[in-house]
């Protein structure tokens, strides 16, 4: 079935470090790929989303490229912030599929100043 | 604000109380979900309803009863509950396409003692 495994947490950082956190797929079909994030008492909301390969999504300084060769969607940021912390979700939907949504266990990060 | 709004946000329930966490969007969407959040385990899909329509029922347990009135109202009644029942409860909604983006709201924090 179709699956999502991203990097096991937790993840500590100081402020401006680099962050990587990586997420691989497996799917019988062509998936869109996303990452949710979740504040600290909030739901998830959309981070950025790619719909084919090679897309790169963006935003608020984190970037992921659909990456169709290694079936891969890893979450990078140059310049991580003390706001960055949160919970961060990868996941995946099979176009022309349903409209669920696969998700990864989660990363948790924390940005000390 | 996220467009979709649970209450209560906290809910503290004996085994044999009968209780409901209410789900309502604003934004218009044909698709509305309940999702199970526990600590160390991956998001877990319960329903999915679509034009009102139950089209998703993840094997969930019938202590757990979903009702759909209209698109924009979205129930979790909940009766005899068990204690690993404890988890965040959320609740999104999305236009119900194949690839498309589910908004979460802030979740229920249920607690069963």
């Known amino acids: 079935g179709d699956s999502v495994t991203q990097m096991e947490g937790p993840v500590t950082l100081s402020e401006e470090a680099f962050l990587t956190i990586n997420c691989t797929y497996t799917a019988t079909g062509y998936p869109s790929l996303f990452w949710y994030v979740q504040y600290p008492g909030e739901g998830l909301q959309l981070l950025l989303k790619a719909t084919k390969a090679d897309d790169k999504g963006s935003n608020k300084g984190f970037e992921a490229t659909y990456r169709k060769e290694t079936t891969s969607f890893h979450l990078e940021k140059g310049s991580v912030q003390v706001s960055d912390s949160a919970v961060y979700f990868c996941?995946?939907?099979?176009?022309?599929?349903?409209?669920?949504?696969?998700f990864g266990k989660g990363t948790k990060l924390t940005v000390n100043p | 604000e996220t467009g979709v709004t649970q209450t209560p946000r906290h809910l503290v329930m004996g085994m044999t109380n009968k209780k409901s966490l209410k789900c309502e969007q604003h934004?218009?969407?044909?698709?509305m979900y309940w999702y199970k959040q526990s600590a160390k385990k991956p998001l877990e899909l319960m329903f999915v309803?679509?034009?009102?329509?139950?089209?998703e029922n993840n094997s969930v347990p019938s202590r757990f009863s979903p009702e759909c009135p209209n698109s924009s109202h979205l129930f979790l009644h909940l009766h005899t509950l068990q204690p690993e029942d404890s988890a965040l409860y959320l609740c999104?909604?999305?236009?119900?396409?194949?690839?498309?983006?589910?908004?979460f709201g802030a979740g229920t924090r249920l607690s069963v003692l």
């Open positions: 996941a995946l939907n099979i176009q022309g599929g349903s409209e669920k949504l696969v």
């Open positions: 934004l218009g969407h044909n698709a």
């Open positions: 999104a909604s999305s236009q119900g396409e194949a690839g498309g983006i589910q908004y």
């Open positions: 309803y679509n034009f009102k329509e139950q089209t």
